[in-house]
């Protein structure tokens, strides 16, 4: 057919169709979103360390981080997807090629005349058929590319879990180290609350303290020891979560060694312009967003004109045994040109809506780059104030001690009440206690911004 009706009556469409499909949805500035030349709450852009877990110098922590990525469900659960989307690669590319079938078919039929004569016949075939969509206007391949994006995408979504479940880890770990150095000081207070209530009791005996200062004293001891059990039950806790982190059984029982390290060195942070790189969480969103582009493609084309062809060959016969006859063969050949005419606008509707899916994931990516950039910047102020507060509980800590034994002294010696020494003692474990937990809030924030960061780790497993 040498001038086919369907080009007769569609040129514009046509002419349409091979030049407005190769036009990106994304706007420009989706691409290019502004990033600062640095980051305006830190000065420090040496390059991100590649593997921050040694970084904290606590030789188990890798190992740990190891255990969970390779046992842990949420994890599993990315991987099964990512194989999922990698067989949907499998079929949009399959649907670009020729799909052949082999059949084999017979069928016996009985008839009787109206004298009562009884016929039989039976017929048999062996056929191959076999039929092609050419993608005349690159649809099929258009939603190729939406599943290989969607792979893509997958991918990066399992380097994020990865990066998400190796910093869970890490603070889960030093979670259970903050409860365990908790756990001590809870203890050494119920040892001071016992001994400060055995000097008071011996001085009321003999009638150096007043019936006051024993009653201080033991609503003192009893509520260190209801401390000591609540710390207790967290420290059990904190255990569990890591535990359930490395997929192991929760019983609140693993033996963690070691105190919190205290960090020195400066925060690496890189350069702003790194990060949409850096990051799986905002590369999957991007590839997301691709994936999205691509599929408006996809159902813009899918309004135009499509070209099949259907071939079948095959070998027919009356009998079974004269099915590999060559006399018996048969071949047919067709092809078809469709064109949507009225569909109650339902193609119309699947481009708006995918139109409408690319609006959206547009904005999704948009916000998580800005909270990223957020994301970095808050880490590296709280960095500074974290250290500033947890340098003068330091101080605190000294003082309070300080003030502690001199009060113990002179209650001693009658020169101050037992209030005097109760609130002393509140103060010196209140300040040993929040430089342990400013401590671990140091780590869980430089985690948090490796994290933010898109910090690497090696794993081995």
């Known amino acids: 057919m040498s001038n086919p009706l369907f080009l007769k ?16 949805a994304i706007a420009p500035d989706t691409r290019n979103p502004e990033i600062p030349a640095s980051w305006v709450r830190g000065d420090n852009q040496q390059p991100v360390e590649l593997n921050w877990l040694e970084g904290f110098e606590h030789p188990v922590l890798p190992g740990l981080v190891n255990e969970a990525i390779a046992n842990n469900y949420s994890l599993a659960q990315e991987r099964a997807r990512l194989w999922q989307a990698e067989q949907a690669v499998v079929i949009t590319r399959a649907d670009r090629f020729p799909t052949l079938d082999v059949s084999i078919d017979g069928s016996r039929r009985a008839s009787e005349s109206g004298s009562g004569v009884s016929t039989t016949t039976q017929s048999f075939s062996v056929a191959v058929d076999g039929r092609w969509q050419a993608d005349l206007w690159g649809r099929l391949n258009k939603e190729q590319q939406v599943a290989q994006l969607s792979l893509e995408a997958q991918r990066a979504r399992l380097r994020s879990a990865e990066h998400t479940l190796a910093a869970t880890t890490a603070g889960a770990y030093f979670g259970v180290m903050q409860a365990k150095q908790l756990l001590k000081v809870a203890e050494r207070r119920l040892d001071i609350a016992v001994e400060s209530h055995d000097i008071v009791g011996s001085g009321y005996r003999q009638g150096l303290n007043s019936a006051l200062d024993l009653y201080l004293a033991r609503n003192q001891v009893e509520r260190e020891e209801a401390a000591y059990a609540q710390q207790e039950q967290t420290y059990a806790e904190s255990v569990a979560d890591l535990q359930l982190t490395l997929a192991r059984y929760p019983d609140g029982r693993m033996a963690i060694e070691g105190e919190l390290p205290v960090l020195e060195s400066a925060l690496p942070a890189g350069l702003p312009s790194e990060l949409l790189t850096r990051r799986p969480d905002v590369q999957e969103a991007w590839l997301n967003l691709l994936a999205a582009d691509a599929d408006l ?64 994931v547009e904005q999704q990516y948009l916000q998580l780059v800005y909270r990223a950039f957020a994301d970095v910047e808050n880490a590296i102020s709280r960095a500074a104030s974290l250290r500033k507060r947890y340098e003068s509980f330091l101080d605190a800590e000294t003082n309070s001690r300080a003030a502690l034994e001199l009060a113990l002294e002179q209650y001693q010696r009658g020169l101050v009440s037992y209030t005097t020494v109760l609130e002393s003692q509140r103060q010196a474990f209140d300040a040993e206690a929040t430089v342990v937990q400013l401590r671990n809030q140091l780590l869980q924030n430089r985690i948090s911004l490796f994290l933010s960061l898109g910090g690497d780790f090696s794993i081995d497993y």
């Open 297 to 360: 493609a996809s159902s813009h084309k899918a309004r135009f004109p499509s070209l099949s062809l259907v071939g079948s060959s095959g070998i027919s016969s009356l009998e079974f045994s004269d099915l590999l006859d060559a006399d018996n063969s048969f071949w047919s050949l067709a092809g078809g040109i469709t064109q949507p005419l009225f569909n109650a606008g339902r193609l119309r509707a699947f481009e708006e809506q995918a139109a409408a899916r690319v609006e959206l």
């Open 9 to 24: 009556r569609f040129p514009l469409l046509i002419v349409v169709v091979l030049t407005g499909c190769s036009h990106s």
